[in-house]
């Protein structure tokens, strides 16, 4: 049974950087691209990054690129998203997704609140 459980939100200033966690079990982590994606207070969730199994390709929205960076470690089934610079704008709950195994499963997300 696939599960994956995000940590590391919470509140930061602007300017300020965040990195969060998402821990996979129940499927061969090693074996599937993950993203990270997040759902602001009143809007649709939107992806954030791709990253491919191996983590040799990255991808990023054009409102995140240059300021985050997307990493797996494979040894710990883990999926991190290294947030710099961080604005107001990024304020949301974030989920990783595994969309080659279980596209449609969602965790409980974590959230990034951005204020002064």
């Known amino acids: 049974q696939v599960q994956l459980v995000e940590s590391g939100g919470g509140l930061v200033q602007p300017g300020g950087s965040l990195r969060l966690s998402c821990a996979a079990s129940?499927?061969?982590?090693?074996?599937?691209?993950m993203r990270w994606y997040r759902q602001a207070p009143g809007k649709e969730r939107e992806l954030v990054a791709h990253?491919?199994?191996?983590?040799?390709?990255?991808n990023y929205a054009d409102y995140v690129k240059g300021r985050f960076t997307i990493s797996i470690d494979n040894a710990k089934n883990t999926v991190y998203l290294q947030m710099n610079s961080l604005n107001p704008e990024d304020t949301a709950v974030y989920y990783c997704?595994?969309?080659?195994?279980?596209?449609?499963?969602w965790g409980k997300g974590t959230l990034l609140t951005v204020s002064s």
């Open positions: 997704n595994a969309p080659g195994y279980a596209p449609k499963y």
């Open positions: 129940g499927f061969a982590f090693s074996r599937y691209p």
């Open positions: 990253i491919s199994s191996a983590g040799s390709s990255r």
